[in-house]
């Protein structure tokens, strides 16, 4: 048996705080027997299987999770010992991690789409167990790598086949066995259960590693029930809610919103994939998504190329309701008045335009939950006077993950929303949001360095990220403390807010600002391609591949006034003065995005380094810099 580390954490505030309900679960496992025993819902979990939805009861839910809570202790795991789990959303994948919260174990979600390389070092670094593989298919991309790892004992595939691997077995099997304890030792797993303090370690996420090695953040119970409460506390959940799973559970902003769905008695849904969300939105008619603002800008790129593609006077229409939606939004945002007249042109809009938005979220939206990166203004007002409510939130999974969030009580655009309850919120002199709460992690995994520098001497956690609180005590992040870059001329930039004005451009769908030590700004830019074939049939010259659209010195011309408009009224040195486009969009299989889409501006450096170099000597052979 592998040892457990323990850790005692630098944190000031361990405890939960002011309770909002006298009966809240302290512990997952208690989460989950609250859910069955208050809603007992006959459709828990469902998922989309041969065509046709299938319903997981809760009762079914908490029968299960125990099974494989029992099924893993008779494999000989003990509590504090460590799980993985590695696999598209499923109600397998809130099972296994359901059985081990009864068990007492860690689980470390893994991303389905990390490098092999990368898994093995979270398996060695955790001294992982257990493995809960999707499939077969999953298992032989990682197999090579995760065969050095000398901790693991067992695989748990989630369906049969791969079960004649060695040390291989299926959840049904593990199922199995763990029924038959239940029977022989009736008492076992409430025993395992009331173990678990509400202090102990839940889960080990490893943060993506964009500035170095990944870290296993320690999280509790306590940390991330307090959160799930107090996060959902202005919010008008019930019963009656309809979820769609769409973000990975291995993001614990989705996992965490699993919980909020089972706190609150909803039914949830989860995707068949990211290509399948638009139908399974038109199937489940969800009334809550969870997502993070790049859904909500692929989406509005989307309606906007359909309209263009019509040309003439119905994208004249759509450019006007979309202008109507912002100034609607707008005037709502501040509280203002609204206009008779404006009121009738938004009732056209929403006739013409707006409904066929919500449409395709399904109908029935109330909420949209948005997180993990900054909502550009732009898209918060076109959704919201659009009817489509987007609330935008402010996290870290150091944090369980919610620290701020915007709500149907408090809203502010341009904010992240204030502090959620319990938790409170101070920047530092150098501007760097600082957080202290229950939600605040207990610490890094073995590294104990790492977690006092992420510490204040009086145990408030550094974010990382640059903000200000204004006078209504509504929190706004203008970047990201390791983001900033300062020029040759010794001025620091922050690259988001000026990423954000240029990805308003139609014809822009990724960017990166670039210029740390040099003598100005400049800007790599994925170009959004289907827009610009629509743009070359409306300009009478025949489309092209993406390569001949990026060295094309018209359409870089294009590019080049498309920036300046964006960005106008930044102050000299903030200013774009050159830009190379790219040809092919940052992934996160390529390496240039983190598995929830944040850029590695490190790796985008060493790998566009030819480009890069390009764009300042041809400026230095132009004519010298100002």
Request: aromatic share 8%; hydrophobic share 35%.
């Amino acid at each position: 048996m592998t040892e457990t580390t323990t850790y005692v954490s630098p944190r000031k505030d361990i405890a939960r705080g002011t309770k909002l309900l006298p009966d809240e679960p302290q512990t997952l496992g208690e989460l989950f027997k609250y859910a069955a025993e208050k809603f007992d819902l006959i459709d828990a979990l469902n998922c989309k299987r041969d065509g046709e939805w299938k319903r997981i009861s809760s009762r079914t839910v908490l029968e299960r999770a125990g099974n494989i809570a029992l099924g893993l202790y008779s494999l000989g795991l003990r509590k504090g010992d460590r799980t993985a789990i590695i696999s598209a959303n499923s109600p397998e994948w809130t099972l296994a991690d359901a059985g081990c919260q009864f068990a007492g174990l860690l689980d470390v979600p893994i991303y389905t789409t990390l490098a092999p390389a990368s898994i093995k070092y979270i398996i060695d670094d955790s001294q992982t167990r257990v493995f809960f593989v999707e499939n077969r298919e999953m298992y032989e991309r990682i197999a090579e790598e995760i065969s050095q790892c000398s901790s693991l004992e067992k695989f748990i595939f989630f369906d049969d086949d791969g079960v004649d691997l060695p040390n291989a077995m299926s959840l049904a099997g593990l199922e199995k066995i763990g029924a038959e304890l239940r029977e022989s030792e009736m008492g076992l797993l409430d025993s395992l259960s009331s173990a678990i303090e509400p202090g102990d370690v839940a889960t080990l996420i490893y943060t993506s590693g964009t500035t170095g090695e990944p870290k296993g953040v320690m999280l509790s119970h306590n940390n991330i029930i307090s959160n799930v409460i107090d996060c959902g506390e202005r919010y008008s959940f019930s019963d009656h809610d309809k979820p769609l799973s769409v973000l990975p559970l291995s993001h614990i902003f989705e996992r965490s919103a699993m919980y909020l769905y089972f706190f609150n008695g909803m039914s949830v849904h989860y995707a068949e994939s990211v290509d399948k969300v638009p139908d399974n939105l038109r199937e489940v008619r969800p009334t809550l998504l969870i997502g993070v603002p790049r859904i909500f800008e692929k989406v509005y790129a989307k309606a906007k190329l359909k309209a263009a593609r019509s040309g003439g006077f119905k994208e004249k229409i759509f450019d006007w309701a979309i202008e109507i939606a912002k100034a609607f939004a707008l005037k709502n945002g501040k509280r203002e008045s609204i206009s008779l007249g404006l009121k009738l042109k938004h009732a056209l809009a929403d006739r013409l335009v707006f409904g066929k938005l919500r449409d395709f979220f399904g109908g029935r939206l109330r909420y949209c939950i948005t997180g993990g990166a900054a909502l550009p203004d732009e898209i918060h007002l076109i959704f919201t006077g659009a009817g489509i409510s987007i609330m935008q939130g402010y996290g870290l999974t150091e944090t369980s993950p919610v620290i701020a969030s915007n709500n149907p009580v408090d809203m502010k655009l341009g904010t992240v929303g204030k502090p959620i309850r319990n938790t409170k919120v101070r920047i530092a002199e150098d501007g760097e949001i600082e957080a202290s709460g229950p939600g605040v992690m207990l610490g890094y995994y073995k590294k104990e360095q790492a977690t006092r520098e992420t510490f204040t001497e009086d145990g408030w956690f550094r974010t990382g990220d640059i903000g200000e609180i204004d006078d209504e005590g509504f929190l706004k992040i203008t970047d990201r403390k390791k983001e900033l870059f300062k020029t040759s001329g010794g001025k620091y930039i922050a690259p988001s807010p000026i990423e954000q004005m240029i990805r308003s451009s139609r014809f822009v769908n990724q960017v990166v600002l670039i210029g740390n030590e040099r003598k100005f700004a400049s800007a790599l830019i994925v170009p959004n391609f289907d827009m610009l074939d629509s743009y070359a049939k409306h300009k009478g010259f025949k489309p092209m591949s993406p390569t001949e659209y990026c060295g094309d010195p018209k359409i870089v011309d294009l590019f080049e006034r498309q920036v300046t408009t964006a960005t106008k009224g930044l102050a000299k040195f903030e200013t774009v003065k050159k830009i190379a486009l790219l040809e092919k969009e940052l992934s996160v299989d390529g390496g240039e995005l983190t598995p929830t889409l944040k850029m590695k501006r490190r790796v985008i450096d060493t790998k566009y380094k030819d480009v890069i170099d390009r764009i300042y000597t041809e400026a230095e052979n132009e004519k010298p810099a100002e």
